[in-house]
């Protein structure tokens, strides 16, 4: 077996500096997401980088450059891993995306409250804001006139970009629009805004929108320290008001790649009845060797989750997202070690996943993804 990746020094401020400004041309030229932080999450992270002594904890790892970012690849990856573009419909939008029969991704922005490092979607992304900000109104016309007489399509997803940073008036057009298309049943917004920005949900006209047009709300917590007393104040607010509450998060090295980490945000989330959907697998997109973890590990932390936490903890699905749709280990047709290469098969189709490979594996250290704690867990 290859030895693991090195990493000598932990790194500094100083160090951490000097990658923020390299990261600057190197996302312009690997057409990766600028860093963007907001105020809420950098005080987060200011604390987390006072008590560990370095930038290597897992708040900060998620929005800022890693050294790896700069100096690892994995081979085969690719710019659009689940193949987004080969899913819109409608010739001139890159809002609209139909993959599944029964249900459409909309993305009205491009626009989050914060850039995460690991985003799955920043080739796109990155094509949108290019072309500056999304025109709602004509991609809510195209997307009604797409979705008129499909009436198989039972949920409209909203995505992004985040929603949850549109104005209310931009959300509202886009609700009520489609709450008023008789077989849209279930509508969804996927966001991550309430870890980076919980202001925005300090309107009460946008709760009481969201709570009458019946949405659910999927929030992206990956860490449990993401989760403060003023983001557990908008939770309880917006389950008072009736609105379902849901989470799913990628499985990240160094953020959460560890059995105690998934335990703890699972519980937490649990005590504020926000249900846990799926897990998931990192996708080989460009420069994402500093988050992914190989699969046999990731299938270790599924078996240690089953064996050491109780059934509304370890229910949880682990996926990975293909061009084929999601696909999971019951799913595995063959497993190439020596290739690295693993084929899941689906509805009778097969797609190859390059998994990550082992030699770079350096697993993230539970007693810094969990620094806060008095007694961290062993590794
Ligand atoms: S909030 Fe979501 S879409 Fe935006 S950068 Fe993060 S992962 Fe990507």
């Given at each position: 077996m290859s030895a693991p990746f090195p990493r000598p020094t932990r790194i500094s401020l100083a160090e951490q500096a000097a990658l923020n400004s390299r990261y600057e041309s190197f996302a312009r030229d690997g057409r990766l997401l600028p860093i963007k932080v907001t105020a809420f999450y950098r005080a987060k992270i200011d604390a987390e980088v006072a008590a560990l002594g370095h930038t290597e904890g897992?708040?900060?790892?998620?929005?800022?450059?890693s050294r790896e970012r700069f100096s690892v690849a994995a081979g085969h990856e690719v710019a659009d891993w689940v193949d987004d573009r080969a899913n819109m419909p409608v010739t001139g939008s890159q809002t609209i995306i139909h993959k599944y029969p029964d249900r459409v991704l909309f993305m009205p922005t491009s626009v989050c409250a914060a850039h995460c490092q690991y985003c799955f979607r920043q080739d796109v992304l990155t094509d949108q804001h290019g072309e500056g900000r999304t025109d709602v109104q004509r991609e809510l016309a195209?997307?009604?006139r797409y979705l008129d007489g499909k009436r198989g399509v039972s949920e409209v997803i909203l995505s992004g970009g985040d929603p949850m940073t549109l104005p209310l008036r931009d959300l509202s057009l886009i609700l009520r629009t489609l709450r008023e298309i008789p077989q849209i049943r279930s509508l969804r917004i996927h966001?991550?805004?309430?870890?980076?920005?919980?202001?925005?949900?300090?309107?009460?006209?946008?709760?009481a929108l969201l709570a009458e047009t019946g949405v659910r709300l999927v929030l992206h917590f990956i860490h449990p320290y993401e989760i403060c007393g003023e983001v557990e104040a908008v939770l309880r607010l917006l389950r008072?008001?009736?609105?379902?509450?849901?989470?799913?998060?990628?499985?990240?090295?160094?953020?959460?790649?560890?059995?105690?980490?998934?335990?703890?945000?699972?519980?937490?989330?649990?005590?504020?009845s926000v249900r846990t959907l799926s897990i998931y697998v990192p996708e080989p997109i460009r420069h994402s060797a500093p988050y992914r973890v190989p699969l046999k590990r990731i299938f270790a932390i599924q078996d240690s989750l089953t064996q050491s936490t109780p059934s509304w903890v370890n229910a949880i699905r682990f996926t990975l997202d293909s061009p084929l749709g999601k696909v999971r280990r019951e799913q595995?047709?063959?497993w190439d070690e020596a290739r690295g290469l693993v084929t899941f098969r689906r509805e009778g189709r097969e797609i190859v996943y390059p998994d990550f490979p082992a030699a770079l594996d350096v697993p993230g250290d539970p007693s810094i993804m969990l620094w806060k704690e008095a007694t961290p867990a062993a590794p």
């Open positions: 897992p708040l900060h790892r998620g929005v800022y450059p195209a997307l009604t966001s991550r805004t309430l870890a980076f920005a919980p202001k925005v949900f300090a309107d009460p006209a946008k709760v008072r008001s009736g609105i379902r509450l849901y989470n799913h998060f990628p499985l990240l090295r160094g953020i959460n790649d560890h059995v105690s980490v998934i335990a703890a945000l699972i519980e937490k989330l649990d005590e504020l595995i047709s063959k």
